[in-house]
T-cell receptor, first 116, second 114 residues
Framework: AQSVTQPDIHITVSEGASLELRCNYS??????LFWYVQSPGQGLQLLLK??????LVQGIKGFEAEFKRSQSSFNLRKPSVHWSDAAEYFC??????????????FGSGTQLTVLP | NAGVMQNPRHLVRRRGQEARLRCSPM?????VYWYRQLPEEGLKFMVY????????ESGMPKERFSAEFPKEGPSILRIQQVVRGDSAAYFC????????????FGPGTRLTVT
């Protein structure tokens, strides 16, 4: 069974600083990987996705993530954080059976606080 | 293109009542997923449906919970005889059935059982 670990429950950065959120996954085959962001009381917004090909993927709002098979990681990065980035971030892996995507398994989330 | 729509956004039920949560997927999306977010447990998959078919219900509690996605109309998640432990945020997600694997989430329904 697949699993996702986000080792950092809470991260605090200053506005303008760089950001890296860690994500490690466990999955037998090549996974489908996603990062979502959730603001309080809201749904999840897709930031970016990885299915295959180039291991560095670009997303919305200036975010990027790098897939590293050898480390089973898919870390999210942003070079300069804005106050509006404060939210909870979820890494997810998509199960695949018979070549079709099924349910997502989520990490426990990382809460990001941005200091002015 | 409207996103995934869920209603109601907030639902309060007394113990023993029934809760019905509705989800309209994005236009053109034929695959619907339901997830539950509990404060101490995070986001968990419940059920995966296509039109008129339940594909995977491995995450659904065995009793009191059911889901459907009829040929016409929204997907419905139904919880019978609700208990306090059912209080949670329930999210619906949808995706296209042609090549797209990413899921798009609705705003959720916050269920409170009193």
């Amino acid at each position: 069974a697949q699993s996702v670990t986000q080792p950092d429950i809470h991260i605090t950065v200053s506005e303008g600083a760089s950001l890296e959120l860690r994500c490690n996954y466990s999955y037998g085959a090549t996974p489908y990987l996603f990062w979502y962001v959730q603001s309080p009381g809201q749904g999840l917004q897709l930031l970016l996705k990885y299915f295959s090909g180039d291991t560095l993927v670009q997303g919305i709002k200036g975010f990027e993530a790098e897939f590293k098979r050898s480390q089973s990681s898919f870390n999210l990065r942003k070079p300069s954080v804005h106050w509006s980035d404060a939210a909870e971030y979820f890494c997810a892996v998509g199960a695949s059976a018979s070549g079709s995507a099924r349910q997502l398994t989520f990490g426990s989330g990382t809460q990001l606080t941005v200091l002015p | 293109n409207a996103g995934v729509m869920q209603n109601p956004r907030h639902l309060v039920r007394r113990r023993g009542q029934e809760a019905r949560l509705r989800c309209s997927p994005m236009k053109g999306h034929s695959h619907v997923y339901w997830y539950r977010q509990l404060p101490e447990e995070g986001l968990k998959f419940m059920v995966y449906l296509q039109k008129e078919n339940i594909i995977d219900e491995s995450g659904m509690p065995k009793e009191r919970f059911s889901a459907e996605f009829p040929k016409e109309g929204p997907s419905i998640l139904r919880i019978q005889q609700v208990v306090r432990g059912d209080s949670a945020a329930y999210f619906c997600a949808s995706r296209t059935g042609v090549g797209g694997y990413e899921q798009y989430f609705g705003p959720g329904t916050r269920l409170t059982v009193t």
